[in-house]
């Protein structure tokens, strides 16, 4: 009894830094995205019904599996300004995550909202540089990004926007672009392109819980093509892997015989995109992702709608001239 006990507290323990953490998604746009200033609004559903162990099956840590169900439906902020060789943005996500697990061992019904842990991140660019700086044609903006505490959190639930108490994240990302064609991606048919991303989260420990979550590794590549002069269409692939959670300065987390969550996880999803302009200075993405291999992970889909508008250099302050 003692031990079913200590295994549910360390899965749910777990569970709170699979379950609260940002979604991995495909956006990859900051190699190509022109000068000037946007604000995004990221519009995002996310659902999951069951819990993967390390061979992709149902997880063998829980009993229940079958009333098991993730949900998550965010809204993420997203100013971006865009120079010639640098980009800065911040991302703020709002929303709602919810888990229904009520005959499931180390996982109860609970909810979390409003606001999740804000990102701030800075990339340097070669677009707009020399062919020296540009080998091969291909456009790349390296960047850091660093996540703060700021959202909803509660240790006693498994429910969490925010990471908790000193959970802060670095990111070390690469972005890139490969266009083969010359000139606009737009205006006439089967303009093809490759874009893709890879990055590292290095995160910290969260001292309210005495767990510091693993560190995990995203990667994406897209290729697409233009449809006539305002719409691209591609599909994406997406993964992670993802470190064990580490406990007390470094230990590792037990495991036990079973299989969960505080193991190595991974994850692999694909689907479509689409990137629309309505006008000139407002235009639309969307995305649809389905996991299709998953393992110490949840699995399920992910579909997002990524509102833009866009003021080019010639409309703000520092665009102006005399």
């Known amino acids: 009894m003692v031990s079913r006990i200590l295994k549910s507290f360390v899965v749910a323990m777990s569970l709170v830094f699979v379950l609260n953490s940002s979604p991995a998604v495909a956006g990859h746009f900051e190699a190509t995205i022109p000068q000037g200033l946007w604000m995004e609004v990221w519009m995002f559903h996310i659902e999951s019904n ?30 971006v300004l865009s120079g010639k060789y640098f980009i800065f943005d911040v991302q703020v996500p709002i929303g709602k995550m919810k888990i229904d697990g009520s005959d499931v061992i180390g996982v109860h019904d609970t909810d979390s909202a409003y606001l999740g842990d804000i990102k701030v991140n800075a990339w340097i660019r070669n677009e707009n540089a020399s062919a020296a700086w540009r080998p091969l044609g291909i456009n ?8 703060f505490p700021t ?13 908790g108490h000193d959970q802060y994240d670095v990111t070390l990302d690469f972005r890139f672009s490969k266009f083969f064609f010359e000139g606009n991606p737009f205006g006439e048919s089967w303009k093809w392109a490759i874009e893709g991303d890879v990055n ?16 995990v590794f995203n990667w994406n590549i897209g290729v697409n093509t233009s449809l006539g002069s305002n719409l691209r269409v591609g599909w994406d692939l997406v993964g992670n892997v993802k470190e064990y959670d580490r406990k007390c300065g470094g230990g590792k987390l037990p495991t036990y015989a079973y299989d969960n969550l505080s193991r190595w ?6 689907g479509p995109t689409m990137y629309w ?5 407002f235009h639309l993405g969307a995305v649809a992702l389905v996991d299709i291999d998953a393992r110490n992970q949840t699995k399920g889909y992910m579909g997002y709608l990524r509102w833009y508008y866009y003021w080019d250099n010639s409309r703000l302050p520092w665009g102006k001239k005399g």
């Open 151 to 163: 959202g909803s959190y509660d240790k006693k639930r498994l429910a969490n926007l925010g990471g």
């Open 200 to 215: 590292y989260v290095y995160r910290f420990e969260n001292r309210a819980v005495d767990v510091k979550p693993g560190n």
């Open 265 to 270: 996880g991974s994850k692999v999803s694909t």
């Open 277 to 281: 302009i309505l006008t000139q200075n």
């Open 50 to 79: 069951n819990l993967t162990g390390s061979k992709g099956g149902d997880s063998k840590a829980f009993v229940g599996q079958d009333n098991f169900k993730f949900r998550l439906n965010q809204i993420m902020l997203r100013p």
């Open 140 to 147: 790349m903006a390296p960047g850091i990004g660093v996540k």
